[in-house]
């Protein structure tokens, strides 16, 4: 079971919009920024967001984040073939003082 | 360019020890920490630890501390993780990655660890 909670999958079609959320708590989303991550596995994973909102240089403008409370979520806009993967949410939880992700949800662009 | 680039993977026996290795290039390896995760397989990714590679403080997921040790050595720019006895359960992708502040920027492309009889 993990500290974060996402859900298992998302299906939405090409072109379209999909959101992914990421529910936490006092002690991780709370007090501390979150981070996104796309992985296809097998593969190294690949940092999408992150400080909550912020896109690392390369990252299209077609992934945002947000955070509110306790909780996170992901957007993708113009949804492509090509972003199939699983996306993990994850942040610092001070209470365990580790990183912890979430459990991670499978995009599928029908 | 920013490069961690794992060793690669290993087939063991339950009871025998492994350490894996993770070498960074295209930065200042001692200016950040290295964390690595583990993925078991069809299994989300866990957090496991992290080291500062400034001084070879070590932070370790309560899910890990006792199971596994972080190290590294910084004259060759590489983390290492190691087991002192495998057991089944070790099986899984792991993955190594730069931390900054508290999220991963760079990955490595993983090692596949598996352990059976």
């Known amino acids: 079971q993990s500290v974060l909670t996402q859900p298992p999958s998302v299906s939405a079609a090409p072109g379209q919009k999909v959101t992914i959320s990421c529910s936490g708590s006092?002690?991780?989303?709370?007090?501390?920024?979150v981070s996104w991550y796309h992985h296809l596995p097998g593969t190294a994973p690949k940092l999408l967001i992150y400080?909550?909102?912020k896109r690392p240089s390369g990252i299209p403008d077609r992934f945002s984040g947000s955070k509110s409370g306790t909780s996170a979520t992901l957007g993708i806009t113009g949804l492509q073939t090509g972003d199939e993967a699983d996306y993990y949410c994850g942040t610092w939880d001070s209470s365990l003082s580790a990183g912890v992700f979430g459990g991670g949800t499978k995009l599928t662009v029908l | 360019e920013v490069q961690l680039v794992q060793s690669g993977a290993e087939v063991k026996k339950p009871g025998e020890s492994l350490r894996i290795s993770c070498k960074g290039s295209g930065y200042s390896f001692t200016k950040y920490w290295i964390s690595w995760v583990r993925q078991m397989p069809g299994k989300g990714l866990e957090w496991m630890g992290k080291i500062d590679l400034s001084d070879s403080y070590t932070n370790y997921s309560p899910s890990f501390q006792g199971h596994v040790t972080i190290s590294a050595d910084t004259s060759i720019s590489t983390a290492y993780l190691q087991w002192s006895s495998l057991k089944a359960s070790d099986t899984a992708m792991y993955y190594c990655a730069r931390h900054k502040d508290i999220f991963e920027d760079y990955w490595g492309q993983g090692t596949l660890v598996t352990v059976s009889s």
């Open positions: 400080e909550n909102n």
């Open positions: 006092s002690s991780n989303i709370g007090n501390n920024f």
